[in-house]
């Protein structure tokens, strides 16, 4: 007997858009002040009225980065060398009425990469070539009372600084050790409504679907309390497990505290152990985890230290318990033979520090960050010091060293890594 298609993921998808616009019809009678289509409060008016004398930007960067990754004398090569080379290129167009359309593509290029052998650190597969579109979005709002974003987009969810276990959104996590986020956007139908100095947002998650009853929901709400923040979000998918989530971040006194967690009833996540290749046919098995409710969560503090009248200093610490993470060494091989490895994200249990210091000085034009991460769970750990440099006003350049000790068999150990040193430049046009 055939099928019948369902009305509920229909009605399911369009209740948020409905829902939201629903909303447009309050400015009838009252209009929110300066809401726009910007990450606070919209464009400004200066931007509104060059909008008829500068509708389309055309612009791009491009990056050249050379990587020596540095071995121990256990390793089956003493280091690892790669040049990686990409060329971002991006379009956008601000109409009248906050409307906005953006594009932008990426271009990798990798001379060092071998496809037919994985990458000796992480062992992912390699290629050459690696072409991307980033982002691809429309903005627009109705009556300046709700704001849709569609296409594909980046956005970023949490206030940790190390670790978001709350963004539930992006598919790939962020990398800590990097100064701006390259990750790609994912598709979907971002909802806004401002509701006096709360935000309200309703996602629609188009990634990866191919049927409506595939498209996921995220719900999220914003609301400030005093000098503290609360966010709520939640996740549904279909073949998902749920997720739900608390974000809080507060000023108490002169320091900024800040928490994120999250639980799901199961994981989506395939784990991996050891087994007794003798008895088993196989060194490891892998399993599910479908009934087992996860939590996860991030506590951390920054402080910034002023001097000098206009120069600051930021220094912060922050925990992550990640209970999808392992708790031994004894599995982290089959994690990586199987493709299964996310970077930060492989153990229980982590530590991580960091201090930022912008312009120190009379230095204007160079800035420094330096982050320690330690994985507690296999006590393995990594020392990174970033410099920025600014040479002209469209030519940047980027100098980083990283030193990897504790144990041989942790996450940050494996493969012999023990000194990496980084190079790049960048030319914005």
């Not at 209009?31 to 055309?58: C, Q, V, Y």
């Not at 579109?133 to 296409?151: D, H, N, R, Y």
């Not at 679907?209 to 609301?223: D, K, L, N, T």
Request: glycine residues 10%; neutral net charge.
């Amino acid at each position: 007997m055939r099928k019948r298609f369902g009305l509920a993921p229909v009605l399911s998808l369009l209740f948020s858009f409905w829902f939201s616009l629903g909303f447009s019809l309050v400015s009838l009678a009252e209009e929110f002040p300066e809401a726009g289509m910007g990450e606070t409060h919209g464009i400004s008016l200066e931007e509104k009225s060059s909008t008829e004398n500068d509708r389309f930007r055309l612009g791009g960067a491009l990056w050249s980065e050379v990587s020596v990754y540095g071995l121990d004398s256990q390793a089956s090569q003493r280091d690892y060398f790669s040049n990686t080379n990409q060329f971002w290129l991006y379009g956008e167009g601000k109409l009248r009425d906050d409307i906005r359309a953006l594009i932008r593509g990426k271009l990798l290029f990798d001379s060092t990469a071998r496809e037919t052998v994985p990458n000796l650190i992480t062992g992912a597969v390699q290629k050459r070539y690696q072409p991307d579109l980033e982002e691809m979005k429309i903005q627009f709002s109705a009556k300046k009372t709700v704001f849709f974003t569609l296409g594909k987009q980046k956005i970023k969810w949490g206030s940790g600084q190390i670790w978001n276990p709350s963004d539930f959104v992006n598919v790939i996590k962020r990398d800590p050790l990097r100064a701006s986020d390259e990750r790609t956007g994912v598709v979907l139908v971002k909802s806004h409504v401002p509701v006096g100095s709360a935000n309200l947002y309703s996602i629609e998650l188009i990634e990866g679907a191919s049927r409506v009853s595939e498209v996921g929901q995220v719900f999220r709400a914003e609301v400030p309390i005093a000098t503290s923040e609360l966010a709520l979000s939640a996740a549904f998918r279909k073949d998902r497990k749920s997720l739900l989530a608390l974000d809080w971040s507060s000023a108490l006194g002169s320091i900024d505290v800040y928490t994120e967690a999250t639980y799901s009833s199961g994981s989506d996540l395939v784990f991996y152990e050891s087994t007794d290749a003798m008895t088993t046919g196989s060194p490891f098995r892998s399993y599910r985890e479908e009934k087992r409710g996860f939590y996860k969560g991030v506590i951390g503090a920054n402080y910034e230290f002023t001097y000098a009248d206009s120069r600051s200093i930021t220094a912060g610490l922050e925990y992550f318990y990640n209970g999808e993470g392992y708790s031994e060494t004894g599995n982290t091989p089959w994690v990586f033979a199987n493709g299964a490895y996310v970077p930060f994200y492989l153990g229980r249990q982590y530590f991580g520090s960091y201090i930022q210091i912008p312009n120190p000085g009379s230095w204007r034009d160079v800035s420094f960050t330096v982050i320690g991460i330690c994985n507690l769970s296999d006590e393995s750990a990594l020392f990174r010091i970033n410099s920025d440099l600014v040479f002209a006003r469209d030519l940047k350049v980027n100098l980083g060293f990283s030193h990897h000790f504790g144990k041989r068999s942790g996450e940050f150990r494996l493969g012999g890594q023990s000194d990496d040193l980084i190079a790049g430049v960048r030319v914005d046009f």
